[in-house]
């Protein structure tokens, strides 16, 4: 059920950014498909009955392993630098141009 969810806001993300014809609006459907990608990394990685990888008195353990954690630390903040570069590339073009809209954009951009 938990994995519909997480397609389900994948998919709104993804027709978001086809559909939208505002760029803001297509920044923010793209920060929330990254989202989704990011909780269905976390909803596969995570399992039950492990671990943590710190000495203990348990022998011949499962331990949890903690890369998953640094990709999606990482994934984060690469997707927070993206998200901030395209809100500056559209500040940018709202200064030469009156609208956000792309039909727009790109009419006022053709030679």
Do not use: H
Not at 17 to 25: A, G, T
Not at 53 to 68: A, C, E, L, M
Not at 77 to 90: D, E, F, H
Request: charged residues 15%.
């Amino acid at each position: 059920m938990l994995e519909a969810f997480v397609f389900a806001t994948i998919l709104c993300g993804f027709f978001g950014i086809i559909l939208k014809r505002n760029l803001l609006m297509k920044i923010i459907a793209m920060d929330i498909m990254s989202t989704g990608v990011i909780a269905y990394y976390v909803l596969i990685a995570s399992r039950g009955g492990l671990l943590t990888p710190i000495f203990s008195d348990v022998r011949n353990g499962t331990y949890s392993d903690p890369v998953p954690q640094a990709v999606i630390l990482t994934a984060i903040v690469i997707g927070l630098s993206i998200q901030a570069l395209m809100l500056v590339g559209a500040m940018k073009l709202a200064r030469d141009n009156p609208t956000l809209e792309t039909n727009e954009i790109e009419k006022n951009n053709t030679p």
